[in-house]
């Protein structure tokens, strides 16, 4: 559900789309979007690729048809193989003594070693010109070679597997050297070997697996990401262990990523769409005393720049909002401010915050109730810093000490409400919310929270019940439309949905035909996917909403996502990078990177293994239809 609300509060109810595809695969643990007829799981850690859903059925029905003397075997021998494997650093090797050779039918027998042919690159050709004899020879020194990795002896080992390649260069035997060198940590050597392994049979899994535990010890996050993906295409998803793997890396790969565009955008502030959001989360109230616009100040006053920032968020669009944030700094740094020194401070904070620097919107905020204790607003924004830094404690003493200051203020108990709703406190939260419809019936917010939270908790009545009356107290508001559409499309009543978005279009359009909200464009865009499949209406309206708000990361990320499903992989993989960019936080950063390098490695893997790809697009075949992906 939407509401305007805190940053952090978005993983609850912000429109970010990021949350919705986690909350929806949350709560039905299963599939987020398809990549030109690849499904894609995303996890609360990040983004997996998967098999789809007639995939997954024609498994279970295999499964079922395997007697039960078969199922316990293959437990055993997966428990055995567990038992037995060797994990490194988070990943979880196969035993390599049982694993090795595993590709030949029938292994030579071992001989004594005096009885053990002497191969050298001087002596190889001269050795035997046979075939037939030279391929004797590979298995037996093989062989050997095994014998000597179940004595950990690796060294030796190397040597007896680097002979027997000698005598027929094989996939099999570079695996199993590079096995050793793994155990031995030379991971540039297992590159080369896995790779000399990979060259030989693109499709085989063990030498994958084994290059990108390497890469991912190079640090080349890219490169074992794209052999991890490979392994799990040709297992047909099967390999829990792979399938991790892929969205550990799509993660550490994100990350990295994230970081440096952080470093190269600086502070900025979000899409007007958010900041309008996160301002209108609390109560609107006049100016403070003295502050009225038509007060006169001079402009190189710390109070005229104050009165100023006010004039200009009033705008509620994205030159306003910039105006507005750098008059809150400019009139801190002039001074001058008398009483209006705390207003200020948390003015300024909020704006810091919006930039993404919350480390000196703290300062600001802990300055400013030094200075007026009294300034409630100070201790609930610092709250939801708190929460956002993960420190719930610390923002519920925060909420505790506004009330101390003000019980009766609103604001605390609907933000206080919303800390609840991220821990899933539903009762609570609903008592919050009540509460600051109590104490000021008139903040729209409060109301539309509560349905949302009766809806969470499963009284659907109740909920529809609370925005019915919701509508008809504020009949000329669009958001009110718009929240309540979000819950009749999250019901699949499509038309009814469609209605409420089109009002709230419509309304936003007469009274704020330059600044207009664009979520109700973006959530008719859903709808229209979900019910009809009609991707060039919703494109329309997305592309509609980012005319009017070309920083919107949520129409950015819309784009790509509707793109992802037509199987337009390039175009979509630019609109995930655009939302990354467009991200206000390394965490949103690192989220929107997930989806961007998760479609890039499908690009990868059809350029690298085209057979890879045709058998991606068969077993997506049937694929997710429409509804649930995109919500």
């Known amino acids: 559900m939407t509401t305007p609300i805190t940053r952090v509060e978005q993983a609850a109810s912000n429109p970010s789309l990021w949350d919705r595809a986690s909350t929806w695969v949350s709560e039905n643990k299963a599939v987020a979007y398809t990549i030109a007829g690849t499904v894609v799981v995303i996890t609360a850690g990040g983004v997996v690729y998967y098999y789809s859903d007639s995939q997954k059925k024609s498994s279970a029905a295999a499964e079922k048809q395997k007697s039960k003397k078969e199922r316990r075997k293959e437990k055993k021998e997966k428990e055995e193989a567990a038992a037995q494997g060797k994990a490194a650093d988070g990943i979880k090797l196969q035993d390599e003594e049982a694993a090795i050779g595993s590709k030949d039918p029938k292994p030579a027998a071992v001989e004594a070693e005096d009885e053990l042919p002497e191969i050298s690159e001087s002596t190889v050709d001269a050795f035997s010109q046979d075939l037939q004899d030279r391929n004797n020879y590979a298995g037996k020194l093989k062989v050997a070679g095994n014998k000597a990795y179940g004595s950990k002896d690796y060294n030796k080992a190397i040597d007896l597997y680097g002979k027997a390649i000698l005598c027929k260069p094989d996939p099999v035997y570079y695996s199993n050297r590079a096995a050793c060198y793994n155990v031995l940590s030379e991971w540039d050597k297992v590159v080369e070997d896995t790779s000399a392994a990979i060259s030989m049979d693109s499709e085989y899994v063990k030498a994958l697996n084994r290059r990108a535990h390497a890469y991912e010890h190079l640090a080349k996050y890219s490169e074992a990401l794209l052999d991890y ?354 991200s206000r936080t390394e965490g949103e950063i690192v989220n929107a990177l997930s989806y961007a390098e998760a479609t890039r490695t499908q690009l990868e893997v059809a350029e690298k293994y085209p057979q890879l790809q045709a058998r991606l697009q068969q077993m997506g075949a049937g694929g997710l239809g429409g509804g649930p992906p995109m919500r």
């Open 229 to 582: 993906t490979a392994s799990c295409i040709i297992d047909g998803f099967k390999n829990e262990q792979s399938a991790q793997s892929v969205e550990r890396l799509l993660k550490k790969v994100a990350e990295k990523k994230g970081k440096a565009i952080l470093e190269a955008k600086g502070k900025k502030l979000p899409s007007a769409t958010f900041v309008s959001n996160y301002l209108q989360s609390f109560r609107p109230r006049p100016p403070p005393a003295g502050l009225e616009e038509s007060a006169v100040f001079d402009e190189n006053d710390g109070k005229g720049q104050l009165q100023r920032g006010l004039v200009a968020m009033s705008k509620k669009n994205a030159a306003g909002y910039e105006e507005a944030s750098a008059c809150f700094k400019k009139a801190v740094e002039l001074g001058g401010l008398d009483e209006h020194e705390a207003f200020a401070l948390n003015m300024r904070a909020t704006f810091r915050y919006l930039e993404g620097d919350v480390e000196d919107a703290l300062h600001d905020l802990t300055s400013a109730i030094e200075k007026q204790p009294s300034l409630s607003q100070a201790y609930i924004k610092r709250a939801s810093m708190q929460l956002e830094l993960g420190s719930k404690e610390q923002a519920a003493a925060d909420f505790d000490l506004a009330m101390e200051q003000n019980k009766d203020d609103p604001d605390i108990y609907y933000h206080r409400a919303q800390l609840h709703f991220i821990l899933g406190e539903w009762v609570d939260a609903a008592k919050d919310y009540q509460k600051s419809i109590d104490l000021d019936a008139d903040f729209i917010y409060s109301h539309i929270q509560l349905g949302v939270t009766q809806y969470k908790m499963g009284s659907v009545t109740s909920s529809m019940a609370t925005f019915r009356r919701t509508i008809k107290k504020f009949d000329k508001v669009p958001d009110v439309y718009n929240y309540y559409g979000e819950l009749l499309l999250d019901q699949q009543k499509y038309q009814e949905a469609i209605d409420k978005f089109e009002t709230a279009i419509d309304m936003e359009r007469q009274a704020n035909p330059s600044n207009m909200n664009v979520l109700p464009l973006i959530n008719k865009a859903l709808a229209l996917f979900q019910w009809k499949q009609d991707f060039k209406s919703a494109e329309e309206l997305c592309e509609k909403a980012l005319v009017l708000d070309p920083e919107c990361d949520i129409a950015v990320a819309t784009m790509a996502q509707l793109l992802l499903q037509q199987g337009k992989v390039t175009q979509a993989l630019d609109y995930f990078e655009r939302a990354a960019e467009l």
